[in-house]
Structure formats: structure tokens, C-alpha cells
């Protein structure tokens, strides 16, 4: 592992680590281009109206917010493998409807919502698997550098993507665009092909599902530490997914821009969050993940409201500054929450504690979307984004004033015992 003094980065010594990148970078790269192209088609080629782009957005969270337990549980009891190539099969599936539908002439706005939420299930099972095969492919001392490599790598990608996609939707159409989508999904599924993990399973429980389900909620607040880091990741989604869902309508409506400049805006938060999963485990280690934590949200509200100060022309550049700090500011923070959940959770457990949590703070994607829309029609679209970034200013205020406010090492806090029914516990930070 170390050679003249040097440590091998983990992509290059883990190689079941490696094939979990490749598959999850594939995947941002294709799900950075259906997220441009999604709402161009509905902005663009069907001519929705406000509230159903800025809504279609909410679609592909929904799931969470409805199925996200359900889909935790069967994680937990399922091997992790074949659910994620069944999951990456069924999405291509889906998203390849929709550039037939446009082609044959049956391309519909309730088709595109439908569309947008199956393959958001789909995204559900395979997030929930990948997360959880993450903890079993890396060592607990790794686990921040792969979870920073993976977020910093999938930002990168995510960058190209949605340039890419900006390029494109202007180029060939929207539509068109979402074949891209295909060839990413195909590498994906060969790099799931080639995991050699030997996954731990939890033996049957004999409970109920809804037991269970019941179980991974009681985990998920069993703690204050768990419950910080939801309520934070909660509030910032609410708010910050109120102004992101409706950048489209601000860049091709308002202010009558191209979707080259959507693309660049879009890129640019993700170069950000290149920049800070990358540096993660450094600006960890330098400053204790518990500061980092507790002050990343406060440069991403500074970020969002860039979007304000928007103007046709080079007054967009503010956007891309913005963006770039938020995505960076948003990356330390999911970098540091995700390790630490991943950390203390037990195997048996993960599965169910992911969809708990992303059924709260991700359901608030879904639920900010769709009140997006409505701002939207009622107050206009700068105004429904000043709301949002008010919103998301209480996301670093309950970090800072709250149960976590003196910690420095968030990965030193022992958490507490498993619910009953589980054979294992939480391992000390």
C-alpha cells in the first residue's frame, strides 16, 4: 500500500472500490443529462406552463417521500448486486420512452411526469444498494476518502454532463439528448458486473416489513446526532430545491437566455461540488468534520443568492460564482454526514437508515418543487427564489445553535444501541 513513503490512493488499491466509482460516476453522468433535458422538454418542446416545470422536478424525489421506507427494507433483505442492475435496466427502460415518444408523436406532459417518477424509483432501490455496498467495500478508516472521492468524482462528471447537456438540448433537442443517457446506464451496469463484494446479509428477522420500516424510523431520530444531521439536510432542501427548481424558468423565461447558459449554471455547482468532495477529508482533518459541518451551509445560502442578481448577458457569471460555492459548500456537507452515517450504522441497518433519512430530507426535494410551482404562478419567479433562500438560511442556523455546536470530531460520538431485533450495534467513531 505504501511505497516510498506514499500511500496509495484508495481508487488504486480497492479495486471493488473502483468499480463502485465507475458505475456511480457513469450514473451522475447520466442522470446529470436527463436532469437539464427533463425540463427543457417540458419548457421547450410541450410549452408547460410554470408551476409543471418547476414540479417535474419534485417527480423523481416523490418516491422517497412515498416509497422510501418500503424500498429501505427490501435493500436491507435483498442482496445489493442484482437489485442495482435491476434498478439501472428498469430506469433505461423508462427514460428511453420518452425520445421514442417524441419521435412517434405520442410525447405528453403526464408521460414525461409518469416517466420522471418510475425512473425515480428505480433511482431509489439503486442509491439505497450503492450506499450500503459502499460500507461493505471500504474499511471505516476509508470511509471518508471514498465517500469524498466518490462525491468529488461524481461532481466532476456531473459538470461535463450538464455542459454537455446545455450544448446539446440547444443542438439536437431536448429529447434527443436523453439517449446519452443509454450508453452511461450500459457502462454502469458492466462495472456492477465486476463487484466482487461478499455482501453481509442480515439473517431473516421474522418480522413484519412494516416492523421493519418501523424499526429504521425509530434508528433514524434514536439519536441526537442523527437527527441534527437530518434536520439540517431537511431544511437546506426545502429550501435551496425552491430556488433550483425553478433556474430553468428563470434563465429561459425571465431572463431569456439559452440553454447553453442553464448547462453552465448547472456545471458550475457541480464543478463546486467537485472541488469540495475532493477536499473533504482534508478540510476534515485540518478543521474537525464537526466545524466543517456546522459551516458549509453558510457559503451556499451566499451562493443561491447569487441567483438575485441575475441579468442577461456576462450578468450571469454571478450565477456561475454562486453556483460554484454552493456546490462546494453542499459537497462538505454530504461528505461529512454520509461517512458519519455510514460509520455508526450497523449492516443489517443501512438500508433502512439511507431511506429514512432521504424519505425526510429528500421527500423535501419533492415537496419544495411543488411549492416552487405554485410561488411561481402567484408571486412571480425572483420572488418564489428569494423565499428559498430564506428557507435554507435556517439549515446552518439549527447547525450552529444546535446539539452539535461544541463537537469537533463528529466521528467521535458513540452512538447509541440498535433498535431490538437486530443482532448488531453501532460501532464507536
Known amino acids: 500500500m505504501v511505497a516510498g513513503g506514499i500511500k496509495k490512493s484508495l481508487f488504486v488499491r480497492n479495486a471493488n472500490f473502483r468499480a463502485l466509482l465507475v458505475s456511480s460516476t457513469s450514473g451522475v453522468l447520466g442522470n446529470a443529462i436527463a436532469a437539464v433535458a427533463l425540463p427543457v422538454i417540458a419548457a421547450v418542446e410541450l410549452d408547460a406552463s410554470n408551476f409543471a416545470v418547476a414540479a417535474l422536478a419534485g417527480m423523481t424525489f416523490l418516491p422517497w417521500l412515498l416509497f422510501g421506507l418500503f424500498i429501505g427494507v427490501w435493500v436491507d433483505r435483498l442482496p445489493r448486486k442484482p437489485v442495482m442492475l435491476t434498478a439501472l435496466t428498469a430506469r433505461v427502460i423508462v427514460l428511453s420512452l420518452l425520445p421514442l415518444g417524441y419521435w412517434l408523436g405520442f410525447l405528453t ?8 417518477f418510475a425512473a425515480g424509483v428505480a433511482s431509489a432501490f439503486f442509491q439505497l444498494a450503492d450506499a450500503a455496498l459502499v460500507q461493505q467495500a471500504v474499511t471505516p478508516d476509508e470511509l471518508m476518502e471514498g465517500n469524498g472521492l466518490i462525491t468529488g468524482a461524481g461532481a466532476a462528471v456531473d459538470a461535463g454532463g450538464r455542459s454537455a447537456a446545455g450544448w446539446l438540448t440547444g ?75 425553478l433556474l430553468v424558468l428563470l434563465v429561459l423565461r425571465t431572463l431569456q437566455e439559452s440553454e447553453i447558459w442553464l448547462g453552465l449554471l448547472l456545471a458550475a455547482a457541480s464543478v463546486g461540488g467537485a472541488v469540495g468532495g475532493i477536499s473533504a477529508h482534508a478540510m476534515g482533518e485540518r478543521f474537525g468534520s464537526g466545524p466543517l459541518w456546522r459551516w458549509s451551509m453558510v457559503p451556499g445560502v451566499l451562493g443561491y443568492a447569487s441567483l438575485l442578481i441575475l441579468t442577461p448577458g456576462w450578468g450571469m457569471l454571478w450565477g456561475v460564482l454562486g453556483m460554484f460555492v454552493m456546490g462546494s459548500s453542499v459537497a462538505w456537507n454530504i461528505v461529512v454526514g454520509s461517512s458519519f452515517r455510514q460509520r455508526v450504522c450497523p449492516p443489517g441497518m443501512m438500508g433502512r437508515l439511507g431511506a429514512a433519512s432521504r424519505m425526510v430530507s429528500w421527500g423535501m426535494l419533492a415537496l419544495a418543487s411543488f411549492v416552487a410551482g405554485v410561488l411561481a404562478e402567484v408571486i412571480g419567479i425572483r420572488e418564489a427564489i428569494l423565499v428559498g433562500v430564506v428557507i435554507a438560511c435556517s439549515a446552518p442556523l439549527v447547525a450552529l445553535l444546535g446539539s452539535l455546536r461544541g463537537i469537533r470530531r463528529l466521528e467521535d460520538l458513540v452512538e447509541a444501541p440498535a433498535p431490538a431485533g437486530l443482532d448488531a450495534t453501532p460501532s464507536q467513531g
Not at 406532459?109 to 420522471?116: D, E, N, S, Y
Not at 450508453?183 to 461478499?198: D, G
Open 171 to 245: 443542438l439536437a433537442g431536448a429529447s434527443n439528448t436523453l439517449v446519452v443517457q443509454v450508453v452511461t446506464s450500459i457502462v454502469s451496469l458492466v462495472a456492477i458486473h465486476r463487484l466482487q463484494v461478499k455482501e453481509v446479509l442480515q439473517p431473516p428477522s421474522g418480522h413484519h416489513i412494516w416492523r421493519e420500516m418501523i424499526d429504521g424510523l425509530r434508528y433514524t431520530f434514536s439519536t441526537a446526532p442523527l437527527r441534527a444531521l437530518l434536520f439540517n439536510a431537511a431544511l437546506w432542501n426545502l429550501g435551496g430545491n425552491i430556488a433550483a427548481s
Open 109 to 116: 406532459t403526464p408521460l414525461l411526469f409518469a416517466a420522471a
